[in-house]
């Protein structure tokens, strides 16, 4: 079997695997009690806590552990908002479903939304953004790195206008941290979402940085976690496992980018010597790894379900849309052309992947096209 379709999901690190295993075994305290059981989690809290915080630039007090990306982006949407309904909310047409579909309920409980276009590449430009600003706009929410086509966009730059307009700004960065250097302050964000899973850490665990002084409600109701703003028994042994996984991807992301770079290199050398009509979708400044293609005539539901066939895990849009056979809403945004639109694939190369499984996904999938 190769895996390729990373941005899905990613295969979790033995290490850590290894650095979980105590939270799920002896040292299952509440990390909440103040008895000496319960030291080692708090202890192991708090370090992973810092060890995020400096991964990304930020403070300890501005990481708040969620149960995924999901939350992260829910709670940034729905929590920064008043009982003011005469607010608007401006985010891209290429969000993930997690940001998209929680502007539909903003909409549905009044507030309003506009949704941006983006270039053929997938850009959310600042002209867009300036165009799209209003008195009463409070939040601004684009991602950092699309989940289909790998695009890495102009935050900071986005940022510094919603800021001029007196608007929040939250990225997405479920597809970028772990894989490109991200940095709060350099991005002058307040509020950015992660998620475990995709940087080979365990799945249902993530975390929103919520830079200080940002107002917000809380998302969970209940005990006091997180500094009651987000409350729930810390899921002290994934907690443990994102901060560990974060780490060491930061630590080996330029070895990581050179072996991912040269996998897409093989990749492309064998699609290119074969003649097969495509479109590489996204802009040159992407996330490394990422391949998302339009081949001119195919099906990316057959592409997809051959591949499966020859063992080979790809995906023809985002994973959480597998079910709808219908163009992605971000082909659609970049207006690929008719020929190739359904032709959409994704092929996301992971730390795990080698050089010789991206020549085999290449030939795998050359085979298919030309059979
Ligand atoms: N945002 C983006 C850009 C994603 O790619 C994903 C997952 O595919 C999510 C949010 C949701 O993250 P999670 O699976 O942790 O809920």
Request: glycine share 8%; hydrophobic share 40%.
């Amino acid at each position: 079997m190769i895996y390729a379709d990373n941005a899905a999901t990613t295969q979790l690190d033995a290490d850590v695997l290894e650095a979980m295993k105590p939270f799920l075994t002896s040292e299952y305290g509440n990390a909440s009690q103040p008895y000496s059981f319960a030291r080692a989690p708090k202890k192991a809290l708090k370090k992973a806590r810092e060890t995020i915080a400096g991964c990304i630039g930020a403070l300890p007090e501005e990481v708040f552990f969620t149960s995924c990306g999901t939350e992260s982006d829910n709670w940034a949407l729905k929590g920064t908002l008043t009982t003011e309904r005469d607010t608007q909310v401006v985010t891209s047409q290429i969000e993930h479903h997690a940001i998209l579909n929680s502007c539909r309920t903003l909409e549905r409980l009044g507030y309003s939304v506009a949704y941006l276009p983006v270039t053929d590449k997938g850009i959310v430009t600042p002209g867009a953004l300036q165009d799209a600003l209003q008195k009463k706009t409070r939040l601004v929410s684009v991602m950092l790195v699309n989940n289909e086509i790998g695009t890495v966009e102009p935050i900071a730059e986005l940022a510094q206008l919603a800021h001029a307009h007196g608007a929040l700004f939250h990225t997405d960065a479920v597809q970028a941290v772990g894989h490109i250097p991200v940095n709060v302050n350099d991005l002058q964000v307040d509020m950015l979402s992660s998620s475990a899973h995709k940087y080979n850490g365990p799945k249902g665990i993530g975390f929103l940085y919520i830079r200080k002084g940002t107002q917000i409600y809380s998302f969970m109701d209940g005990g006091a976690q997180e500094y009651g703003y987000r409350a729930g028994t810390e899921n002290v042994a994934s907690i443990i496992g994102m901060a560990a996984a974060l780490k060491k991807n930061v630590d080996h992301m330029a070895e990581h980018t050179l072996n991912l770079h040269a996998m897409e290199q093989a990749f492309f050398q064998v699609l290119n010597q074969s003649g097969l009509d495509y479109i590489r979708n996204g802009a040159a400044q992407r996330a490394p790894g990422n391949i998302s293609l339009s081949i001119k005539g195919a099906e990316g539901e057959m592409l997809l379900h051959r591949m499966d066939l020859k063992g080979i895990c790809i995906s023809t849009g985002s994973a959480c849309d597998s079910v709808n056979t219908q163009l992605s809403h971000v082909i659609k945004a970049i207006k690929v052309p008719e020929a190739y639109a359904k032709g959409t694939i994704r092929i996301s190369l992971g730390v795990h992947n080698t050089v010789e499984e991206a020549v085999k996904i290449a030939e795998a999938l050359v085979g298919i096209v030309h059979q």
